[in-house]
T-cell receptor, first 113, second 110 residues
Framework: DGGITQSPKYLFRKEGQNVTLSCEQNLNHDAMYWYRQDPGQGLRLIYYSQIVNDFQKGDIAEGYSVSREKKESFPLTVTSAQKNPTAFYLC????????????FGSGTRLTVV | GQNIDQPTEMTATEGAIVQINCTYQTSGFNGLFWYQQHAGEAPTFLSYNVLDGLEEKGRFSSFLSRSKGYSYLLLKELQMKDSASYLCAVQSDSWGKFQFGAGTQVVVTP
């Protein structure tokens, strides 16, 4: 069955460390997205990509980086420059028009220790 | 700026009906989605409206008025498993980038 897989489910980061969150999809979707979810707030867009080797900043890109070397994969790196990284991170994919909505991964909960 | 508003929390009894309202102000409009999200899990698709009117899908219905920038999600015959957060999302561009509301936490009581 096709789907979108995020790993790990839980991740702990020490101060000053970079960490990378994995997102892989086998839905043949062109577009992929990273959102951050904090309690009481809507999903906020970090980065998105419509095509391989191209990506765009979302509303809260500072302190994050991404790559899109393959259509199936869109990893997110949370760098030490991100001052408040503790959050629930959701990866999603869609057909380019978005008319079918998003398929979401199961999320990664990142905690700074 | 872009703004999507929905109530923070609603409580209803098992078997009852609950209506979750969503108002939006966005630079463009190409469709409105409703998602259900249980705590700690991924959102799952419930409904999609692009034209005015009511879309019915089993116990869930969604309504859209583009002129008023307004949508609602109607949950009928509530079950305990319907306790979740319900997210309103607007597709404001011609492709897939969405703007999400903060979500409405629905609590179903026995």
């Amino acid at each position: 069955d096709g789907g979108i897989t995020q790993s790990p489910k839980y991740l702990f980061r020490k101060e000053g460390q970079n960490v990378t969150l994995s997102c892989e999809q086998n839905l043949n979707h062109d577009a992929m997205y990273w959102y951050r979810q904090d309690p009481g707030q809507g999903l906020r867009l970090i980065y998105y990509s419509q095509i391989v080797n191209d990506f765009q900043k979302g509303d809260i890109a500072e302190g994050y980086s991404v790559s899109r070397e393959k259509k199936e994969s869109f990893p997110l790196t949370v760098t030490s420059a991100q001052k408040n990284p503790t959050a629930f991170y959701l990866c999603a994919s869609s057909i380019l028009s978005g008319n079918d909505g998003y398929t979401f991964g199961s999320g990664t909960r990142l905690t700074v220790v | 700026g872009q703004n999507i508003d929905q109530p923070t929390e609603m409580t209803a009894t098992e078997g009852a009906i609950v209506q979750i309202n969503c108002t939006y102000q966005t630079s463009g409009f190409n469709g409105l989605f409703w998602y259900q999200q249980h705590a700690g899990e991924a959102p799952t698709f419930l409904s999609y409206n692009v034209l005015d009117g009511l879309e019915e899908k089993g116990r869930f219905s969604s309504f859209l008025s583009r002129s008023k920038g307004y949508s609602y999600l109607l949950l009928k015959e509530l079950q305990m498993k319907d306790s979740a957060s319900y997210l309103c999302a607007v597709q404001s561009d011609s492709w897939g980038k969405f703007q999400f509301g903060a979500g409405t936490q629905v609590v179903v009581t026995p």
